[in-house]
Nanobody, 127 residues
Framework: QVQLVESGGGLVQAGDSLVLSCAASGHTFSRHNMGWFRQTPGREREFVAVISASGGSTHYADFVKGRFTISRDNAKNTMSLQMMSLKPDDTAVYYC????????????????????WGQGTQVTVTS
């Protein structure tokens, strides 16, 4: 079991940077690929980025490549999403999630592949 809590959201201006954090409890954090997703009202939750259990592999949605960086610290049971050059279109509730399987090979971007979710943190980017 993995329990997840996001933090770091807030109100920023276009072009600003923000770092989201995800704190995990439980003893299996380091065995799960971890992802970030986001959702706006009336739209489906969409994939942002994923990092492998070891931290050695990452994959990003095209719309954040070059602007966002996902990382993790397994010793501290934490994951982060560094967001730069934020745009108003990045406004959303951001969720961290753990792959429902431990040690799964490959990085996945579908919400159905993730079995553990945080409560979300709001990011609002003004123009």
């Amino acid at each position: 079991q993995v329990q997840l809590v996001e933090s770091g959201g807030g109100l920023v201006q276009a072009g600003d940077s923000l770092v989201l954090s995800c704190a995990a409890s439980g003893h299996t954090f380091s065995r799960h690929n971890m992802g970030w997703f986001r959702q706006t009202p009336g739209r489906e939750r969409e994939f942002v980025a994923v990092i492998s259990a070891s931290g050695g592999s990452t994959h990003y949605a095209d719309f954040v490549k070059g602007r966002f960086t996902i990382s993790r610290d397994n010793a501290k049971n934490t994951m982060s999403l560094q967001m730069m050059s934020l745009k108003p279109d990045d406004t959303a509730v951001y969720y961290c999630a753990a792959d429902q399987q431990q040690w799964r090979r490959g990085l996945f971007s579908g919400t159905r592949d993730y079995g553990y979710w945080g409560q979300g943190t709001q990011v609002t980017v003004t123009s």
